[in-house]
């Protein structure tokens, strides 16, 4: 067992555990007091898939009513609260937890050959304050729902008079959540390495779990703070962002983005380390510039705190300012591009497999360098003026939101499905939903960079007819969008009851976390492990090796 | 070229000294763009189709890169990067740096409308700014509510409007035209109907119709009534000053917000349904009578407890007052056709109450 | 592997427990007469050296406690690196932010503020751009 | 004590307060330590955020932020420094105690260093009902007359009232701490063998010290 390399269970017959993490206990006391990574990972997975859905219902309700330049399906107020609370579920209920809770929570300890997180309390506290969160954030909706818009900008979000309370109290807890998680996995990567595990043996998905962690700790204090002050102003009428009494609104978007840019990178830096690793699985090759891929996440980590101006720059911040993010902002840039050289370098000579993943991984690679590229383009002074706030900015971000952070929560819910059920879903449906995903995703959101560029802002309810064609063809594809979406949770649900038996390693992978059954123990693995091998290597010992430099 | 990749893009006239700046780097930086993605996405086919998986178990070289390739790595997106900036940061000064001679005008954004008063004196507006081509223009504006944003695609130029201070932006219009004001930062209900309208006319066009509407200020001012003499401002400004001193303002809202009276924001030949159950259009003749006889025709959900304005109000005060709420349109006054084919000139839009 | 290194920075630095009371009295005292100083100076009108003086006192004392009372000289380089990393990102958000402040145009700041009352923008006859008081 | 720190292989197998899934106590207070100390590095950025708004205020209201300093009572920030700083000092000393085994002298220092917290807060009611008194409250509820004529005056008490109150609401999980670590001591939880809840708790209560500590001159001495 010591050795990850050596035992390629290619031939031997699949066989799922007799006993495992999910069947070790029984009983729903079992489940929600559990202290087992595992199973908290499974309860993330299964929350934030029902969050997934929510704000997807919200994303094809806002398509459906601007299918038509007037009132189509909903009233402006409906209209306001729908692409408000679309954000709010996807980005602060979804995008920020899902890879970190799910596969972070999942992976990441069994990466490391431990037994568990540090400390698995304080990990099934961060899945209740999560859930809590979820309801204070649902109630808000339920009690008439708030128009505010994600971003809470005052002075309008402590003026409206929706039920915006709820809603900022629910981001609060969901940020002690987020910076619990966080905390959880920096002492784990810290101190339950196992034996031979040194910091350039850890796989990419664990380095990209870390570099989230520090940007969690560091950041998601000050947006607690932000809303905090949001809702005493709301309630209390304390006047810290309010003009007439002497307060500065452009205060409220330095706190806010000061959090809200590096959370960004919170939301796709897991998902960059999960097509980190599946790549090399998929190429069976070693990732090629490991430690420039592994570097540059830490990178981004400490540059993206240095980038939050430049969501600011016709917000009436100083030019100076200005110069001074942008230009930030094109070093942020350059540690993605390195990302993107080393992921298709990794392809190059490997032995690819034909398959979802890989699917996923092309769609990938394109959305993060058109998506990464115009997120450049917009961080240039003079173009923003333009673009900023418009749906130039809404493709943009989500290119980078759903073309990155959810091809990369499919990419690791494919390659580890097996890893946490032991079972295997059908390949040639996933490779039919993986394409719809892929082109249903260009067909939404290329249109939108039309829009921006002609000039149509964001968050509008009604617009100019000229807008028209573009947000006909947005809405098209969005609806391919969710087919993809369909066809991915029947062929999922079928796996996961009557699915085949994985095996082991089905990918042949030699990550770490395929050294124990599938599914694991709920002791994670029957022996200690010890590393002696550089990670992400496809080689097999004592084989004539050819090392090439390019 | 610029005709080509203008269009391709979809973006809107270039009618500012702006425009042109900013689509240059434009073009540059998407052309960039599409290359760096395009030439990924072929290299992952080519990789794909070359180093295929061809049996079970194959093994793979080592490939690690060399510091020339990690150097080119880093330098080629780095120098890309930074030629954006340098280019964009110099137009972006040149943008923030209006002209010593500006003609200056003040801009306040409310809920849902953008008002414009000219700094030399001149007439207000509500949703329709009248400037010359070819003269630089700076707006100085500011919010009575909330965060707006000051828009006009064809112009290129974008700035957030605060309450509470004042931020700037300037242009110079190239072709004379109307171009359509957006509102860019959400501002509530009806951020997506906060429009305008920028009528650029030519330089001796607009000399002339400043001195007209100067001359019109002061003709009114003769006939304005005994305390015309301090009175400035066109008509509609009249009415507005009668409607504050009067006390109509007390009960009727300008921004469509119900209050004691029906708000006069969009009134103005707006299908009221009365409390007798007939409905009535609010023209004119319906507006004044209702300043005379206030409890003759209530509209339905108010309650008849206006006091009558007979006698206290004179002709040109009911007829100021009534042009008042005929200038009160959440979007642009103006119903004349555009001659640019800029945009579709605003509908009544009635879906509102 | 991590035990070995762990062992190493938290407990290498032996006989933690061997100094006595004595510095916590030592520094408890110099923390007492730092206070005594930034009242006193508090009184007094420097002018402009008033927040320089007084944060840099603040700055020793809490240097004192950190150093002394918390352990940070017994503590592990992480987490010393750490609690430094907060206060740098501390500073980082400051001068983020004041970067705008500093260079923004006079008459973006809040204290130059328009009128905002009545239902009309009130501009009087002729007005250049906003006054500049102060 | 000093086996577990000489000879860590040895006694760490069968330490009591050992989890299942580390290794060795060693391993366990280290992440324990790395953990409280990341809190502390969140707790900063936590303030950090209203510092920030100290200073943007400070930045635009000079004059005003120095008069309405003027309006604390000096003498009374002064002893709720000279306060904290010495429960800094005892619970500094209750930590040491544990740590040699003087159990009966670790109570004390903490029921001193409460009593301390305790006093704290007194004063800050004390403080607080003055200003409630007087109407010299943030934002909206601002009617303090004499103040009026500095623009923004409300913003100086919106900003004071936030910092401390936020510090007080630390002064009070402080004190729970406190005593839920008390607790542990009299039971005999805590001991010379296995102190680092002692210290975690200790560090919390400096952290609460540390933050006073700027606060007091920026807003009482500016």
């Known amino acids: 067992m010591s050795q990850p390399s050596q035992q390629p269970s290619a031939d031997s017959p699949a066989v799922y555990p007799a006993v495992n993490y999910l069947n070790a206990d029984r009983g729903v006391k079992s489940w929600f007091l559990t202290l087992d990574h595992k199973r908290i990972a499974v309860m993330y997975l299964a929350s934030v898939l029902v969050m997934f859905l929510v704000g997807g219902i919200f994303a094809m309700a806002i398509r459906l009513e601007l299918l038509t330049p007037e009132p189509t399906i909903m009233g402006a107020n409906t209209y306001n609260r729908m692409f408000t609370l679309h954000g709010v579920v996807m980005i602060f209920l979804f995008m920020i937890p899902a890879i970190p809770g799910v596969f972070g929570n999942f992976c990441m300890p069994l990466m490391l050959g431990a037994k568990d997180v540090a400390f698995p309390k304080l990990n099934l506290l961060s899945l209740y304050l999560y859930w809590t969160g979820a309801i204070l954030a649902i109630s808000a909706m339920a009690m008439g729902g708030l128009d505010t818009g994600w971003t809470f900008y005052a002075p309008y979000s402590t003026t409206t008079p929706t039920t915006v309370f709820p809603a900022l109290l629910g981001v609060f807890i969901l940020g002690f959540s987020s910076i619990l998680t966080g905390l959880n996995f920096i002492v784990t990567i810290h101190t339950l390495r196992a034996p031979g595990l040194t910091w350039m043996r850890m796989q990419l998905f664990v380095w990209a779990i870390y570099a989230t962690s520090i940007i969690q700790v560091l950041a998601t204090p000050v947006i607690g703070l932000t809303v905090m002050l949001a809702g005493i102003e709301k309630v209390g009428g304390f006047g810290l962002f309010d003009a007439t009494k002497g307060g500065d609104p452009v205060l409220f978007q330095h706190f806010f983005w000061f959090y809200s840019h590096p959370a960004v990178y919170i939301m796709v830096l897991p998902s960059m380390g999960v097509v980190s690793d599946a790549i090399a699985a998929v190429a069976r090759k070693n990732v090629f510039g490991y430690k420039m891929i592994a570097y540059s996440s830490l990178g981004i980590a400490f540059v993206g705190f240095f980038a939050w101006g430049h969501h600011m720059f016709v917000s009436g911040q100083s030019p100076f300012d200005n110069g001074a993010f942008a230009v930030i902002s094109m070093f942020v840039g350059v540690f993605t591009a390195i990302k993107v050289f080393n992921w298709v370098g990794t392809l190059y000579r490997g032995a690819i497999a034909v398959n979802t993943m890989f699917v996923y991984v092309c769609g990938f690679l394109f959305f993060v360098v058109f998506g990464g590229m115009t997120g450049i383009a917009v961080a240039t002074v003079s173009l923003d003026v333009h673009w900023h706030d418009t749906y130039f900015v809404v493709a943009h971000f989500h290119f980078i939101m759903v073309g990155a952070v959810i091809m990369g929560f499919l990419i690791a819910i494919h390659y580890w499905f097996p890893k946490m059920f032991g079972k295997k879903f059908h390949e040639g449906w996933g490779m039919v939903a993986a394409s719809f995903i892929v082109l249903g995703f260009i067909a939404t959101f290329v249109p939108q960079f039309f829009l921006g560029n002609a000039g149509m802002p964001r968050r509008y309810y009604m617009y100019p007819e000229r807008f028209q064609a573009w947000n006909v063809a947005s809405t098209a594809g969005s609806s391919l969008l969710a087919f993809g979406f369909v066809i991915i949770a029947i062929y999922l649900i079928y796996a996961l009851l009557r699915g085949e038996i994985a095996g082991d390693n089905p990918w042949q992978s030699r990550g770490i976390e395929w050294l124990t059954t599938s599914p694991p123990d709920k002791h994670n693995f029957p022996k200690p492990i010890v590393v002696t091998q550089d990670p992400h290597s496809y080689q097999k010992p004592g084989e004539e090796v050819e090392h090439v430099v390019i | ?353 | 592997m991590a035990e070995a290194t762990i062992t190493d920075s938290a407990h290498g630095k032996g006989g933690e427990h061997h100094h006595s009371t004595k510095s916590y009295f030592v520094v408890w005292a110099i923390l007492l007469t730092c206070t005594g100083l930034t009242v006193w100076t508090g009184y007094k009108d420097l002018g402009a050296w008033n927040l320089p003086l007084a944060l840099s006192i603040a700055t020793v004392k809490a240097s004192l406690v950190v150093w002394y009372f918390m352990h940070m000289r017994e503590a592990a380089g992480t987490n010393r690196i750490v609690f430094v990393t907060s206060f740098v990102f501390l500073l980082v958000m400051i001068f983020g932010v004041f970067g705008d402040l500093w260079t923004r145009s006079e008459m973006s700041l809040p204290y130059h503020t328009p009128t905002t009352e009545g239902p009309e923008i009130q501009v009087p006859e002729g007005a250049a751009a906003p006054a500049h008081h102060e | 004590m000093s086996s577990s720190d000489g000879h860590p292989s040895h006694t760490a197998h069968h330490h009591p307060n050992l989890a299942g899934h580390f290794d060795t106590i060693q391993q366990q207070d280290y992440a324990a330590r790395l953990g409280m100390w990341l809190f502390l590095g969140t707790e900063v950025l936590l303030f950090a955020g209203l510092f920030l708004g100290y200073t943007v205020y400070r930045h635009f209201y000079h004059e005003t932020f120095h008069h309405c300093s003027r309006a604390l009572d000096i003498k009374l920030g002064t002893i709720n420094t000279l306060v904290l700083i010495t429960s800094s000092l005892s619970v500094a000393l209750a930590y040491w105690c544990v740590k040699v085994g003087k159990r009966t002298w670790a109570i004390g220092a903490l029921v001193f260093t409460i009593l301390c917290a305790a006093g704290f807060l007194c004063i800050k009611y004390l403080e607080y009902s003055h200003k409630f008194h007087v109407g010299e409250l943030p934002g909206k509820w601002f009617r303090a007359e004499e103040l009026m004529q500095f623009p923004a005056a409300n913003m100086y008490f919106t900003i004071y009232f936030l910092t401390t109150g936020l510090h007080a609401f630390h002064v009070i999980v402080g004190m729970s701490v406190l005593i839920w670590v008390m607790k542990g001591i009299i039971k005999g939880r805590y001991n010379p063998d296995y102190y680092v809840p002692v210290e975690l708790g200790a560090l919390y209560w400096h952290l609460v010290d540390l933050v006073w500590i700027f606060l007091f001159p920026l807003l009482y001495l500016i």
């Open chain 2, 1 to 353: 070229m610029n005709e080509l990749m203008h269009k391709l893009l979809f973006l809107p006239p270039q009618a500012s000294t702006l425009a042109p700046k900013i689509d240059n780097l434009h073009y540059f930086v998407i052309t960039v763009t599409m290359a760096a993605s395009v030439l990924t996405g072929l290299l992952t086919f080519f990789f794909f189709f070359k180093y295929r998986a061809r049996r079970e178990g194959q093994s793979t070289p080592i490939v690690l890169p060399s510091v020339k390739f990690e150097i080119a790595v880093i330098g080629v997106p780095l120098f890309f990067f930074l030629l954006w900036f340098v280019q964009g940061f110099q137009d972006y000064i040149w943008y923030t740096t209006p002209p010593k001679n500006t003609m200056d005008v003040y801009v306040m954004g409310k809920k849902w409308m953008w008002k414009f008063a000219y700094a030399g004196g001149g007439p207000n507006a509500i949703g329709t700014l009248h400037v010359p081509a070819d003269r630089p223009v700076r707006l100085l504006m500011t919010s009575r509510d909330v965060l707006h944003s000051f828009y006009v695609p064809d112009f290129r130029i974008k700035q957030d409007v605060l309450p509470g201070r004042y931020t700037e932006t300037w242009f110079e219009a190239t072709k004379p035209g109307r171009y359509q004001i957006l509102c860019a930062e959400y501002c509530g209900t009806w951020h997506s109907q906060m429009w305008g309208e920028v009528v650029v006319m030519p330089g001796a066009e607009f000399d002339a119709w400043m001195v007209e509407q100067k001359a019109g200020l002061a003709e009114r001012v003769d006939t304005g009534g005994d305390d015309g003499g301090n009175m400035r401002g066109t008509i509609v400004e009249y009415g507005k000053k009668i409607a504050m001193t009067e006390g109509c303002l007390r009960c009727h809202s300008l921004d469509g917000q119900p209050h004691i009276g029906p708000t006069w924001l969009d009134l103005y030949q707006r299908r009221e349904t009365l409390e007798s159950g007939e409905s009535v259009i609010a023209d004119e003749a319906y507006l004044t009578d209702s300043m005379i006889d206030p409890r003759a025709k209530v509209v339905k959900g108010f309650k008849p407890v206006m006091p009558t304005y007979k006698g206290r109000l004179a002709a040109p005060e009911a007829a100021a007052l009534v042009e008042f709420i005929k200038s009160l349109r959440s979007t642009s006054l103006e119903n004349l056709p555009s001659k640019e084919a800029t945009y579709e000139p605003a509908k009544p839009t009635t879906q509102r109450r």
